[in-house]
């Protein structure tokens, strides 16, 4: 069983995504919370297995809970859920550490997928805020707090896979489009991360946006 917490400040929504989840075999929605702080404290005390997580809240909001969890060492997998308004915040969700981002408009069937992906130690990235991140920087309308570190070129079957990831393919489906062993493909992933300075693929992501290198 899948042991989820939900933060959202409305209750409305939580009832919805806690009546949705309860469709789903497997997975169990066991705490919830309408703010940061009542969201720690409820992880603290008994920590699920995946968190997911509204941005915007009154009060600590979802950027306070991801800097919350991440300083208390805290390694819950939090999926973000934003009707992705404000790409700047969005930016700031990557660097704080989520592993995975999904708009709200998404189906169960979406959901259900993100958060088993998640409890497995997996990240996502839906593909519709890694493009709409792509064409933001690129238009210079969400600028990197800090200059992203050198990286060491990649080669072509390397953006090839990175691309790839940021479509939200996992390694199977990665090998399956590239007509490569699923072992390879983890291969050139370990290399890309180590290359980027990633500390893992939806960071890879985060990087390869402010590098430009997802055009």
């Not at 009707?83 to 999904?102: C, M, N």
Request: aromatic residues 2%; hydrophobic residues 45%; charged residues 25%.
């Amino acid at each position: 069983m899948i042991r989820v917490c939900l933060v959202d400040d409305q209750n409305l929504v939580r009832q919805g995504i806690r009546s949705l989840l309860g469709l789903a075999a497997g997975i169990e929605v066991v705490a919830e919370a309408d703010d940061g702080s009542t969201a720690l404290a409820a992880i603290e005390r008994d920590p699920p297995d995946v968190v997911l997580l509204d941005l915007r809240m009154p009060g600590y909001d979802g950027i306070w809970t991801l800097r919350a969890l991440r300083d208390r060492g805290i390694e819950v997998p939090v999926l973000v859920l934003t009707t992705f308004d404000d790409d700047e915040l969005v930016l700031q969700a990557l660097r704080a550490g989520a592993k995975g981002y999904l708009l709200k408009d998404v189906t169960l069937e979406q959901l259900v997928g993100a958060v088993r992906t998640l409890a497995g130690g997996g990240t996502l990235v839906q593909p519709a805020i890694t493009d709409r991140l792509l064409r933001a920087i690129q238009g210079n309308a969400v600028v990197a707090r800090d200059d992203p570190a050198p990286v060491r070129e990649l080669t072509d079957r390397e953006l090839d896979v990175l691309r790839l990831l940021a479509s939200g393919y996992a390694n199977k489906e990665i090998a399956e489009a590239l007509f490569l062993a699923e072992g390879t493909v983890k291969n050139h992933v370990s290399s890309l991360l180590l290359k980027l300075g990633a500390r893992d693929r939806t960071n890879a992501v985060l990087l390869a946006l402010q590098h430009g290198l997802l055009k």
